[in-house]
Nanobody, 125 residues
């Protein structure tokens, strides 16, 4: 099963920043990549998507202007820079590769592989 590895989470105060990483060691990230999150007691939701070329990025309204998705093809890694974090950003963050090269929205719906362990982000004072 194709599974990505998320890292970079942690505990941060409101207004703080974190940078999450999404990496693959055994295959190339050559399709669109989506970041998702799941808050306690809630369903998993899409956060952001970046196209295969990196030219297109899409964000959920809740994170627009605060989060930035990017990718480094040399390092085979996708990042999610999260600034001005809020308590409602708390959750486990996951990344997944789409079957498409493009982002039709901020949450790719047809995904490759399976969910990984995710990385915990906690925003609290």
């Amino acid at each position: 099963q194709l599974q990505l590895v998320e890292s970079g989470g942690g505990l941060v105060q409101p207004g703080g920043s974190l940078r999450l990483s999404c990496a693959a060691s055994k295959f190339t990230l050559d399709h669109a990549i989506g970041w998702f999150r799941q808050a306690p007691g809630k369903e998993r939701e899409g956060v952001s998507c970046i196209s295969a070329s990196g030219a297109t990025t899409v964000y959920a309204d809740s994170v627009q202007g605060r989060f930035t998705i990017s990718r480094d093809k040399v390092k085979n890694t996708v990042y999610l820079q999260m600034n001005s974090l809020k308590p409602e950003d708390t959750g486990v963050y996951y990344c997944r590769q789409s079957t498409s090269y493009h982002c039709s929205g901020y949450a790719p719906t047809i995904l490759i592989g399976s969910w990984g362990q995710g990385t915990q982000v906690t925003v609290s004072s």
